[in-house]
């Protein structure tokens, strides 16, 4: 084996570590401690770096620092959950490692994943031992340790993936609950199933995916327009000149094709064609100018059937607001109470549904305001949440939600004529005076603490802890109620899932009504999948 790589060997070497967890992202996914249905790891992961390999196919770059760079945009924007996060930012901070060099020889490359995980430690505020991050960290220093000992890349780079596999199998000695579950990190094991497929691709076997990768098609969107009633007044026309060949047009497409229809955003090496019916072109090149420089800019009124062909400079556009809100929920009646108390933008998202950062970039900026507060409403949507201030110019603020009753309680506490930090102490609060409950059903078999949990049982959770178990969601509504309630609780709170009638909803608060007489019960049909109540204590 050679004594360095370049660039398009690193391509070789993320592609096939894609395709590995890929096609293993089930198993990492089962690894999860909890049996409820969104215990997606390895799902997320392979999301992140997929985003990676894909973009990495039309890459013929020789450079490992330009190679390296394009996989830490493209996995950060891609980033999805915890785990998804954490990954990106160990491709950052490799890519940090890299910087400059063509080439990369062992003692290089052990620099360069000691950076990666210094970075993704500083991205996480409270690091757990036993998880993907201690993977990291051991192996990085291992890799230190050996770097002068060999010169060949194969040698080294074998001898480093024994040691997270080996420390892999240690996460369970060093977290209790992993022990108590009889499994180690998924994770940890994520990042051991990428690295086993680098390793692979290094000795020159590229480990290819069940479904392969394929390019990103960028279609016309075909949708009819009634000649007699136009909706979309001007048909608008133009091409981009890219500042960069990097550049992602994704969140240009984003955000306006809410604002027309008959869209049509072709990338093609340098420039991005562009057309789109819409009541509004001043805000489509705006849009637009982020990318890059204007030109063949053609605006007809189809109403008046005459063309107009505007100047380069954009319209103006509506004076921003102050402050905006952005929330995370899954399910139209959440989504819908989250808009009446004032939310401006939604992310369909929550338990099984991370979204990724670039998701949560693009509802940023469609939104004309200078400030945007941000809800993940989910404990594994936070840290991707935190990613987005960096991608915008725009100041996002991420209250740390984990629930969707701390989320719609951080709106109600939202004061406009607020400052900044004000609004932040105010929309924190109800983080800790709100108690959740959450009642499910068991995705497969398991033991959590000294309980004997069978696929298809129902579970009460309170905030992110299993303590009931039964066969009928009311009934453990009902244990989860009367462990949340206590003497200064007032206010009992049931969102209702898609798997549950309106009826057996009704039931249930009847009987909450009647348990509780002084609390004010409230019931909405909240949608949501997976979970037949969310309830809300306060």
């Known amino acids: 084996m050679p004594n360095i790589f370049d660039g398009q060997m690193l391509k070789k070497i993320i592609i096939s570590g894609a395709n590995n967890l890929e096609n293993n992202k089930k198993m990492v996914d089962d690894l999860n401690v909890f049996p409820v249905p969104d215990g997606d790891t390895g799902t997320n992961m392979s999301m992140t770096i997929n985003a990676a390999a894909r973009d990495l196919l039309s890459r013929d770059d020789a450079s490992v620092s330009v190679i390296s760079d394009f996989i830490a945009a493209s996995s950060l924007r891609g980033a999805r959950g915890n785990s998804g996060v954490i990954l990106s930012q160990l491709f950052r901070g490799f890519s940090r490692g890299l910087k400059g060099l063509h080439t990369v020889n062992t003692i290089q490359l052990a620099a360069a994943l000691k950076a990666g995980n210094d970075t993704a430690y500083k991205a996480v505020m409270k690091p757990t031992e036993g998880t993907i991050l201690t993977v990291a960290r051991e192996t990085a220093t291992y890799a230190v340790e050996i770097a002068d000992e060999t010169t060949d890349i194969l040698e080294f780079a074998e001898k480093v993936v024994a040691k997270a596999r080996e420390t892999l199998n240690k996460t369970p000695d060093m977290l209790p609950v992993l022990k108590q579950a009889n499994v180690v990190d998924a994770g940890g094991m994520g990042l051991v199933v990428i690295l086993e497929g680098a390793v692979s691709a290094l000795k020159g076997v590229e480990i290819t995916a069940t479904n392969p990768l394929v390019y990103e098609n960028t279609q016309k969107r075909s949708i009819a327009i009634d000649t007699d009633i136009i909706k979309f007044m001007y048909c608008t026309e133009f091409i981009i000149t890219k500042k960069s060949l990097n550049y992602s047009v994704t969140p240009f497409r984003a955000a306006i094709e809410q604002k027309g229809d008959s869209m049509l955003v072709i990338e093609d090496a340098d420039i991005v064609k562009v057309h789109i019916h819409t009541n509004k072109p001043g805000f489509v090149l705006e849009q637009a100018v982020k990318i890059g420089d204007l030109s063949n800019i053609k605006i007809d009124n189809m109403k008046l059937e005459h063309s107009e062909t505007i100047a380069n400079e954009p319209t103006k556009a509506e004076p921003q607001k102050e402050y905006g809100i952005v929330a995370v929920a899954s399910g139209e009646g959440l989504e819908q109470i989250f808009a009446d108390v004032g939310v401006d933008g939604m992310i369909k998202g929550g338990q099984s549904m991370n979204p990724s950062t670039e998701d949560i970039l693009k509802t940023v900026d469609e939104i004309n305001a200078k ?69 499910t059903f068991a995705a497969r078999d398991s033991e959590f603490d000294d309980m004997h949990i069978k696929s298809g049982d129902i579970m009460g959770m309170e905030e992110d802890k299993i303590t009931v178990l039964g066969d009928n969601p009311n009934d453990v509504a009902k244990q989860i109620i009367a462990k949340l309630v206590d003497k200064d609780s007032y206010v009992i709170t049931i969102f209702y899932g898609e798997d549950i009638e309106n009826d057996i909803a009704e039931s249930l608060s009847n009987e909450i009504g009647a348990l509780y007489p002084k609390c004010d019960i409230m019931v909405h049909n909240g949608g949501q999948p997976l979970y037949y109540y969310i309830i809300s204590v306060e």
């Open 371 to 439: 400030n945007i507060f941000v809800l993940p409403n989910n404990k594994n949507i936070i840290l991707a949440a935190g990613q987005v201030n960096e991608l915008t110019d725009k100041t996002v603020i991420v209250i740390p939600t984990k629930t969707i009753p701390q989320g719609i309680g951080a709106v109600l506490a939202f004061d406009n004529s607020a400052s900044i930090d004000e609004n932040i102490d105010n929309m924190t609060v109800p983080i800790s005076q709100v108690k959740t409950g959450l009642v």
